[in-house]
Protein backbone atom coordinates (compact mmCIF):
# COMPACT_ATOMS: atom_id res chain seq x y z
CA UNK A 1 0.00 0.00 0.00
CA UNK A 2 1.12 3.12 -0.75
CA UNK A 3 0.95 6.07 1.63
CA UNK A 4 1.43 9.77 1.37
CA UNK A 5 4.95 9.49 2.56
CA UNK A 6 5.47 5.53 3.52
CA UNK A 7 5.44 2.17 1.47
CA UNK A 8 3.58 -0.39 3.67
CA UNK A 9 4.76 -3.56 2.40
CA UNK A 10 4.93 -7.73 3.63
CA UNK A 11 7.72 -9.90 4.22
CA UNK A 12 6.72 -13.12 2.64
CA UNK A 13 9.11 -14.84 4.36
CA UNK A 14 7.65 -14.15 7.85
CA UNK A 15 4.60 -12.56 7.17
CA UNK A 16 5.08 -9.46 9.13
CA UNK A 17 4.05 -5.75 7.66
CA UNK A 18 6.92 -3.08 7.37
CA UNK A 19 6.69 0.47 5.90
CA UNK A 20 9.47 2.69 4.45
CA UNK A 21 9.66 6.34 4.66
CA UNK A 22 10.19 7.60 1.11
CA UNK A 23 9.46 10.28 -1.18
CA UNK A 24 9.03 8.06 -4.38
CA UNK A 25 8.12 4.50 -5.08
CA UNK A 26 9.35 2.42 -8.47
CA UNK A 27 7.14 -0.95 -9.05
CA UNK A 28 9.48 -3.43 -10.66
CA UNK A 29 7.66 -6.09 -11.39
CA UNK A 30 8.42 -7.03 -14.98
CA UNK A 31 11.06 -6.49 -17.87
CA UNK A 32 8.47 -5.51 -20.63
CA UNK A 33 8.21 -2.14 -21.24
CA UNK A 34 4.88 -0.78 -21.26
CA UNK A 35 4.47 1.66 -23.54
CA UNK A 36 2.45 4.72 -22.96
CA UNK A 37 0.74 7.40 -25.52
CA UNK A 38 2.25 10.72 -24.27
CA UNK A 39 1.09 13.19 -26.51
CA UNK A 40 -0.40 16.18 -24.72
CA UNK A 41 1.14 14.65 -21.19
CA UNK A 42 3.01 17.53 -18.84
CA UNK A 43 4.07 14.78 -16.42
CA UNK A 44 7.54 12.95 -16.86
CA UNK A 45 8.46 9.49 -17.33
CA UNK A 46 11.54 7.75 -17.14
CA UNK A 47 11.99 4.06 -17.60
CA UNK A 48 14.18 2.67 -15.38
CA UNK A 49 15.51 -1.30 -14.46
CA UNK A 50 15.82 -3.73 -17.01
CA UNK A 51 13.20 -2.46 -19.92
CA UNK A 52 15.05 0.86 -20.48
CA UNK A 53 17.64 -1.04 -22.45
CA UNK A 54 20.54 0.32 -19.95
Known sequence: ???Y???QAMNTATNE???IDCD???MAV???KNTLDVEGMNTPIWYV???SKR
Do not use: P, Y
Open 1 to 3: MIL
Open 5 to 7: DQF
Open 17 to 19: DFT
Open 24 to 26: MVV
Open 30 to 32: GSK
Open 49 to 51: GDC
